[in-house]
T-cell receptor, first 117, second 113 residues
Framework: GAVVSQHPSRVICKSGTSVKIECRSL??????MFWYRQFPKQSLMLMATSNEGSKATYEQGVEKDKFLINHASLTLSTLTVTSAHPEDSSFYIC?????????????FGAGSRLTVL | KQEVTQIPAALSVPEGENLVLNCSFTDSAIYNLQWFRQDPGKGLTSLLL?????REQTSGRLNASLDKSSGRSTLYIAASQPGDSATYLC????????????FGSGTQLTVLP
């Protein structure tokens, strides 16, 4: 079955540093991936749509210069949180569209917990 | 703007009980609705997907129903087991676009042995 791997699963960093999170589709090619943010006991909020070979599409209110997304290949999208601050601490989840499975049939990664000290 | 609400936020039941989780949405013109399971600190696993033309979907001990006109869906879990303990989220899509999935905040289920 389709598998999406996220790395790292947990990361702790100091305020002001940048952190990169990777999202890989292991057994299928994903032209489109999605990045979400989830606060404790809250729903997933879509941050941006990552498109292979083109610029990401950011949702309203998401700072594109702070959350850099790169989708350089059909199996890898990265989210870089630049100059991280404690308020950026959250659970970040990616998902990928499986080809030929319907427009919103997604495979989700296991998430990455970011803690900014 | 579509809003998705899940009540209760948390539920604790003894093993073996049948239970119902609720999901309501404000815009009834949905394309489909999905139920997901999320284990602590993990991503989402899709459980059931109901197209707007369908009334229900079943998978094993799970049955999801959809009443578009009233803006409601339920997830029925039969003979609950401790392994069912997780957070269950519903998500609706207005257009079939993954970008337009709106998630509820989930119901945290604990099944006590």
């Amino acid at each position: 079955g389709a598998v999406v791997s996220q790395h790292p699963s947990r990361v702790i960093c100091k305020s002001g540093t940048s952190v990169k999170i990777e999202c890989r589709s292991l057994d299928f090619q994903a032209t489109t991936m999605f990045w979400y943010r989830q606060f404790p006991k809250q729903s997933l909020m879509l941050m941006a749509t990552s498109n292979e070979g083109s610029k990401a599409t950011y949702e309203q209110g998401v700072e594109k210069d702070k959350f850099l997304i790169n989708h350089a290949s059909l199996t890898l999208s990265t989210l870089t949180v630049t100059s991280a601050h404690p308020e950026d601490s959250s659970f970040y989840i990616c998902s990928a569209m499986r080809p030929n499975s319907g427009a919103n049939v997604l495979t989700f990664g296991a998430g990455s917990r970011l803690t900014v000290l | 703007k579509q809003e998705v609400t899940q009540i209760p936020a948390a539920l604790s039941v003894p093993e073996g009980e049948n239970l119902v989780l609720n999901c309501s949405f404000t815009d009834s013109a949905i394309y489909n609705l999905q139920w997901f399971r999320q284990d602590p600190g993990k991503g989402l696993t899709s459980l059931l997907l109901i197209q707007s033309s369908q009334r229900e979907q079943t998978s094993g001990r799970l049955n999801a129903s959809l009443d578009k006109s009233s803006g409601r869906s339920t997830l029925y879990i039969a003979a609950s087991q401790p392994g069912d303990s997780a957070t269950y989220l519903c998500a609706v899509s207005l257009s079939g676009s993954a970008r337009q999935l709106t998630f509820g905040s989930g119901t945290q289920l604990t099944v006590l042995p």
